[in-house]
C-alpha cells in the first residue's frame, strides 16, 4: 500500500450508558442526530473534510447498526482502494479472541492495520461527539511544534474542570501535567479525547503499556508515561463547538442548538459539509391545516398537525391535530391524531396512538434510573408503541410494544417506567 502521513482511528465501540434506552439495540455513534444524521457523521466527515481519507473504525459494542450505516463509506468519499474505511471489530488470534477493554488497547490490538499504511502520525478520534474541526491545522501545529503528542484541548469553566482531563500548559502551549478530574484543577484545558501521535512512539508505547496495563487507556496510562518519559506534549486549543452527549439532557439541548434563529453549531455551511448514508427520500409533505415553525424537519415527512421547536428525522407521519413541542423524533415513527408531545425524546420506528398526551405533569426524577433521566424528558426506545388515549409523564421510559393494560386509569405517572424485553432496565 502507498505510504500515508497520517491516518484516524475512530474509537466507536462505546454504549453510551447515560443515554439509557436510546443506546439499548445500538452503538452510541449510531444514535440519529440533527434529524437525519448519526453521532458518527461528525468525525467522519471531519476527516474527509480534513483531507484525512484512511480511517479505521473500531466497534465492539452492539455494531450491527453501525456497520450497515457505514457501509463502504461511500457518502463520505471513503470507498477507496488505498485507504478508505474499514471496520474493526475485535476478533479471533490463533486461539483466543479478546474485546478491546481500554482506549489505548484497542488501538494495540490493530497495530498490524496501522502498519499496512506506514504511516507517520495516527490520528485519534472519539466517534460520540458534536463538533467541525480541521484536523489539518492540529497537524500543522504538530509538526510545527516538533511535537511527540498533541493534545486537541477547550476551555471550559474553572469550576466544570474538575469532571475532566485537564492538561497544565506553559506559555507555548506545551504540556507539563495532565490530572484527571482534579479537585483543584491549576488549569481550565480539558482534554477532548483527540490525539495526534508519531506513529513509532505510539507503537512502542502501546507496546510497553501492554505488559503493565491490560485496559491500556489513553487518559489513564498512555499519556502520564509519556509526559514522566520526558516526551514533547502539546495543547491544541480548539474554540468552536464542541458537545459530549453523553447524557439524555445533554443529547436534548444539543439538538435544540440546531433550531435556533442563529444557530450556534450550523449545518448548512457549504465549505465544511457533514456527509451521512441517507437514501434519497421524497420532499416534505405539510398538510393543509399543519404548521411549522422554529423546527428542523427532514426529508420523506408527513406533517398534517404542528410542529414548534423540534427535530424531526425521516419518514416521519403526524397525524392532523397532533402538537409537538421541544421534542426530537427519530426516522420512521407515526404519531396519532390529536396527540400531544411536550420534551420527548422518541428513537426510530415508535408508533404512538391517537389522543395521546405525553412529557406533562410534575418534573419527578425515574423511579428505577434517576440519576439517567432527571431533566423533565421523557424517552421512548426503539419500536416503542404507545396506545390510545393515554397521558404519559415527564421523565418516563418506555419501551416495547405497550398495552393498555400497562397504564392503570389509562396514565403512566411521571417518573415511571415501562419496560418490555430490556432485562438491564
Known sequence: MRKKEMIAMLLAGGQGSRLGVLTATKAKPALSFGGKYRIIDFAMSNCINSGVDTLGVLTQYLPLQLNQHIGIGIPWDMDRRNGGVTILAPHLKSDHGEFYSGTANAIFQNVSYIDAFNPEYVLILGGDHIYKMDYSEMLHFHKKNKADVTVAVQEVPLDEASRMGIMNADESSKIYEFEEKPKNPKSNLASMGIYIFNWELLKSALEADSLVHPDSDFGKHIIPTLLGQGKRLFAHRFNQYWKDVGTIESYWLANMDLIQTVPEFNLYEDFWKIYTDSDHQPPLYSGANSQITTSLVSEGCEVYGTVK??????EVVIGEGAVITDSIIMDACVIGKNTVIERCIIDSACK??????????????????????????????????????VKIGKNCVLYGETAPADYPNNELASGQSIVHGLEEE
Not at 421547536?309 to 425521516?314: A, D, F, K
Open 352 to 389: 404512538i396512538g391517537d389522543d395521546v398526551t405525553m412529557g406533562v405533569g410534575d418534573n419527578i426524577k425515574n423511579e428505577l434510573k434517576p440519576h439517567i433521566y432527571d431533566s423533565g424528558i421523557t424517552v421512548l426506545g426503539e419500536s416503542t408503541v404507545v396506545p390510545n388515549g
Open 309 to 314: 421547536n423540534s427535530v424531526i428525522g425521516p
